[in-house]
Nanobody, 122 residues
Protein backbone atom coordinates (compact mmCIF):
# COMPACT_ATOMS: atom_id res chain seq x y z
CA UNK A 1 0.00 0.00 0.00
CA UNK A 2 1.16 3.55 -0.72
CA UNK A 3 0.41 6.62 1.35
CA UNK A 4 -0.16 9.92 -0.44
CA UNK A 5 -0.14 13.40 1.09
CA UNK A 6 -1.12 16.42 -1.00
CA UNK A 7 -0.14 20.02 -0.32
CA UNK A 8 0.01 23.36 -2.06
CA UNK A 9 -3.65 24.23 -2.38
CA UNK A 10 -5.03 27.63 -1.54
CA UNK A 11 -6.89 30.70 -2.74
CA UNK A 12 -5.76 32.41 -5.92
CA UNK A 13 -7.22 34.96 -8.30
CA UNK A 14 -8.23 34.00 -11.80
CA UNK A 15 -5.20 34.00 -14.08
CA UNK A 16 -2.90 33.06 -11.25
CA UNK A 17 -0.83 29.95 -10.62
CA UNK A 18 -0.45 27.25 -7.99
CA UNK A 19 1.76 24.19 -7.72
CA UNK A 20 0.37 21.14 -5.98
CA UNK A 21 2.63 18.49 -4.51
CA UNK A 22 1.93 14.88 -3.59
CA UNK A 23 4.45 13.05 -1.42
CA UNK A 24 4.33 9.26 -1.62
CA UNK A 25 5.56 6.69 0.85
CA UNK A 26 5.16 3.01 1.63
CA UNK A 27 5.45 1.40 -1.80
CA UNK A 28 8.09 1.78 -4.47
CA UNK A 29 7.20 5.18 -5.91
CA UNK A 30 9.40 4.77 -8.94
CA UNK A 31 7.29 1.94 -10.36
CA UNK A 32 3.87 3.59 -10.00
CA UNK A 33 1.92 5.74 -12.39
CA UNK A 34 0.69 8.87 -10.61
CA UNK A 35 -2.25 11.08 -11.28
CA UNK A 36 -4.40 14.01 -10.19
CA UNK A 37 -8.16 14.16 -9.94
CA UNK A 38 -10.48 16.90 -8.73
CA UNK A 39 -13.96 17.16 -7.29
CA UNK A 40 -15.96 20.36 -7.37
CA UNK A 41 -18.92 20.92 -5.03
CA UNK A 42 -21.92 18.91 -6.16
CA UNK A 43 -20.01 17.17 -8.93
CA UNK A 44 -18.37 13.79 -9.42
CA UNK A 45 -14.64 13.35 -9.06
CA UNK A 46 -12.98 13.84 -12.45
CA UNK A 47 -9.64 12.91 -13.95
CA UNK A 48 -7.17 15.79 -14.47
CA UNK A 49 -3.76 14.38 -15.41
CA UNK A 50 -1.58 11.27 -15.18
CA UNK A 51 2.12 10.55 -15.58
CA UNK A 52 3.80 7.20 -16.21
CA UNK A 53 6.29 5.59 -13.86
CA UNK A 54 9.28 7.00 -15.74
CA UNK A 55 7.72 10.34 -16.64
CA UNK A 56 7.75 9.46 -20.32
CA UNK A 57 4.01 9.57 -20.87
CA UNK A 58 1.50 12.15 -19.71
CA UNK A 59 -2.21 12.50 -20.36
CA UNK A 60 -4.45 15.47 -19.56
CA UNK A 61 -8.14 16.11 -19.62
CA UNK A 62 -9.03 18.55 -22.39
CA UNK A 63 -10.05 21.40 -20.08
CA UNK A 64 -6.55 21.75 -18.60
CA UNK A 65 -4.36 21.11 -21.64
CA UNK A 66 -1.88 23.92 -22.16
CA UNK A 67 -2.46 25.26 -18.64
CA UNK A 68 -1.52 22.40 -16.28
CA UNK A 69 1.67 20.35 -16.23
CA UNK A 70 2.20 17.12 -14.31
CA UNK A 71 5.73 16.07 -13.38
CA UNK A 72 7.50 13.81 -10.92
CA UNK A 73 10.71 13.74 -8.92
CA UNK A 74 11.65 10.15 -8.18
CA UNK A 75 14.40 11.12 -5.74
CA UNK A 76 11.82 12.97 -3.62
CA UNK A 77 8.99 10.46 -4.23
CA UNK A 78 6.84 13.42 -5.18
CA UNK A 79 4.52 14.25 -8.05
CA UNK A 80 3.59 17.82 -8.92
CA UNK A 81 0.79 19.59 -10.71
CA UNK A 82 1.74 23.04 -11.96
CA UNK A 83 -1.45 24.98 -12.62
CA UNK A 84 -1.26 28.19 -14.63
CA UNK A 85 -3.91 30.54 -16.00
CA UNK A 86 -6.33 29.31 -13.37
CA UNK A 87 -10.05 29.81 -13.88
CA UNK A 88 -12.91 29.87 -11.37
CA UNK A 89 -14.11 26.56 -12.83
CA UNK A 90 -10.85 24.98 -11.64
CA UNK A 91 -12.09 25.38 -8.07
CA UNK A 92 -12.21 21.93 -6.48
CA UNK A 93 -10.59 19.58 -4.04
CA UNK A 94 -7.61 18.06 -5.82
CA UNK A 95 -6.64 14.47 -5.10
CA UNK A 96 -3.47 12.57 -5.84
CA UNK A 97 -3.71 8.95 -7.03
CA UNK A 98 -1.25 6.12 -7.55
CA UNK A 99 -1.35 2.68 -9.13
CA UNK A 100 0.65 0.30 -11.26
CA UNK A 101 -0.43 1.61 -14.66
CA UNK A 102 -1.69 4.71 -16.45
CA UNK A 103 -4.89 2.86 -17.30
CA UNK A 104 -5.80 1.95 -13.73
CA UNK A 105 -4.96 5.40 -12.41
CA UNK A 106 -7.20 7.04 -15.02
CA UNK A 107 -9.91 4.51 -14.14
CA UNK A 108 -9.84 5.74 -10.57
CA UNK A 109 -8.37 2.57 -9.08
CA UNK A 110 -5.48 2.35 -6.62
CA UNK A 111 -4.53 4.60 -3.72
CA UNK A 112 -5.77 8.12 -2.93
CA UNK A 113 -4.59 11.04 -0.87
CA UNK A 114 -6.82 13.11 1.40
CA UNK A 115 -7.09 16.04 -1.00
CA UNK A 116 -6.15 19.71 -1.02
CA UNK A 117 -8.54 22.59 -1.67
CA UNK A 118 -7.97 24.92 -4.61
CA UNK A 119 -10.18 28.00 -4.83
CA UNK A 120 -9.97 30.37 -7.77
CA UNK A 121 -11.72 33.71 -7.34
CA UNK A 122 -13.03 35.74 -10.25
Amino acid sequence: QVQLVESGGGLVQAGGSLRLSCAASGRTFSSDAMGWFRQAPGKDREFVAVISWNGGNTVYTDSVKGRFTISRDTAKSTVYLQMNSLKPEDTAVYYCAADKSLRTVVAGLGSWGQGTQVTVSS
